[in-house]
DNA sequence: CAGGGTCGTGGAAACGATTACACGCGGATT
DNA sequence: AATCCGCGTGTAATCGTTTCCACGACCCTG
């Protein structure tokens, strides 16, 4: 492939010069700009992004460690990050960690590697991780939804989700539930532990028991909701309502529910934190507490951003909302 | 950060030495390895892939660009790629072209730059586009699940899907459908026109009437399936029948469905392209047709590293499913 | 008309790795 | 004893850019 060189040597300039108009510098003569253009375009010429990066000191490129892809919530962040970045002027390499810490350090490790300019990472449980380590060594990085506790330097934007919570104990109150269960997160993940929590709080706010069996503890995944549900349903006296603290979980439920002839809500109600476009078509369309995932991804983006570019990141917090449907109850 | 002769400063050797036991080089006295992986371990050393790739003119990078990240059909073919790259050494970068061929142009020059190994695409419309002329440029590319005509240098990894598509007419004919309707994909792109044509073809089998107000040209996306779906169902004699030729504009006929207070299969039996988990909670179930789309992953980057080392790279063709479920009728 | 700016351009030194080549040393071969 | 070979290591060129500095031409000012 041409490089620079051959440009220079085809428009009879150095390639100072063309670097100069590859870079839009202004002191370039206009007809050696148009020289130069002419050549850049007769060669096909592409500027070799690994050799300015390696001159520049930066990539232009930003890094996000999800936890799980096939996760719509994560889905839908990714593409907001991603539209941010963009407009940032930045690209974003994407990194699956299917909720396994040795896959996230790996893709943490490439990542670094590579020399992105700065770090995404929504972080899956074990903090002995490498995300540990990296955050302190001056990477910028910021946590979004998830976070690690004990790692001060680095910003987080997240959503609270805890007067959601409430609202939702509160609706599932009002509709006659008392026996509340709860399929909880990692208890090693923030959001996991978040959420139980608030949970357990708006319980005892109504005085309502919380008993150990009515919590299990899945990973994020359908397949642990699903099993949670079947321990749950297996109880001798199974819970009214069960709250799947993501989406996917509470597909697992779902499926739990469905397969044992039982349906939602007369038998058992049903509620997911994270809203995604499919619950508005399941049968029933199901409750859930939506996040503003793109307000998240941006406002991710735009901290890195600042981090990266030497201002003051500040840490984000939005609320998320509670949307009513069938699955609860009238 | 630390770099290659702080290494060998602190280990008492040359850089190249270094650089030797960085790349399992077998000609190091055990110890002298030792020494340095001592001092790359004291240092915190990270070996800087840029003046790597710089100088072995490789990135162990693939591109994949596709055409709508929040598609749970492109996000599980984003799974399957990252995983088998990964098995391969390769990272991915992802670029998300929104179905809009002036992003995916964005995508493929900044992945270009970026001196990715090899590039796969799902190509939306457009064919006048920069993928075009990069096909024929010498850089490693395949087509996945959609393609170019007139790349022929370019593998296509793909499934056919006109066996399962009349399958699918066989099973609503049985059911007693008559009048039956397909809401396409973008007329430019391949898998569009497949289906519609294999759609078609399987009525006229069947000497059913294929009317062209029973055709309507979506773009992949929910809205489209929406407004193509309240087109039919304004028509005198509405459809009995919608093929929907991918999930998302399912999606979409099923609002417009629903919000006209219509029920399926009663009223209007719907049928998609694309199965995805999602698809066995709605209300019906939707009977879909289904991709193997891990195989579709994992053939289109092992076609991919086949090129970038110089094998000789093949296409290869899928058959994809019908899973009858409720909402075609019994 | 001398001195000082500005402007457009070119020469060459980085950036941080990989790797061809050379070298010195000890053991085996003749 | 001379030669050769292979092993472990170091020196330095190289990859394709950006960018600092220098330089000549020109214009302005005093």
């Known amino acids: 492939m041409a490089g620079i060189k051959d440009v220079a040597a085809r428009a009879r300039v150095s390639v100072a010069t063309v670097s100069r108009v590859l870079n839009g510098h202004p002191a370039v003569r206009p007809g050696t700009r148009e020289r130069v253009r002419a050549a850049i375009d007769e060669l096909g010429y592409r500027p070799n992004g690994v050799a300015r990066s390696l001159r520049t000191d930066h990539t232009s490129t930003l890094g996000l460690v999800v936890s799980d892809v096939l996760n719509p919530f994560f889905t839908a962040l990714a593409r907001a990050v991603e539209d941010e970045a963009r407009a940032h002027g930045y690209s974003v390499v994407f990194g699956n960690a299917d909720e396994q810490s040795a896959l996230q350090d790996h893709h ?9 300019d700065g770090l995404l990472v929504s972080p899956t449980a074990d903090s002995a991780s490498l995300v540990t380590e990296v955050a302190g060594s001056g990477v910028p990085m910021v946590f979004v939804d998830r976070w690690i506790a004990g790692c001060p330097r680095v910003p987080v934007v997240r959503t609270d989700g805890r007067a959601a919570i409430a609202a939702l104990v509160d ?3 009002r509709l006659g539930h008392r026996r509340l269960a709860v399929i909880t997160g990692p208890a090693t993940t923030t959001t996991g532990n978040e959420r139980a929590e608030a949970f357990l709080g708006a319980l005892a706010a109504h005085g309502l028991p919380a008993p150990a069996h009515y919590r299990e503890e899945g990973d994020f995944q359908a397949g642990s909701g699903r099993r949670a549900t079947a321990r749950f349903l297996d109880l001798p006296e199974p819970p009214e309502a069960i709250f799947a603290t993501d989406n996917l979980m509470a597909l697992g ?16 109600a049903l509620a997911a934190f994270d809203d995604i476009p499919w619950f508005l078509h399941t049968d029933p369309p199901v409750t859930a507490i939506a996040q503003p995932t793109e307000a998240l991804g941006h406002g991710a983006v735009r901290a890195l951003v600042d981090l990266i570019e030497g201002r003051p990141a500040t840490s984000l917090t939005l609320t998320a909302d509670l949307v009513p449907r069938r699955s609860c109850g009238e």
Request: proline fraction near 4%; charged fraction near 40%.
């Open 253 to 268: 439920a779902m499926d739990e529910i469905r397969a044992r002839g039982l349906r939602v809500p007369d038998d058992v």
């Open 108 to 116: 943490v490790r490439t990542l670094l590697e590579r020399r992105i």
């Open 171 to 173: 609706h599932l109150h």
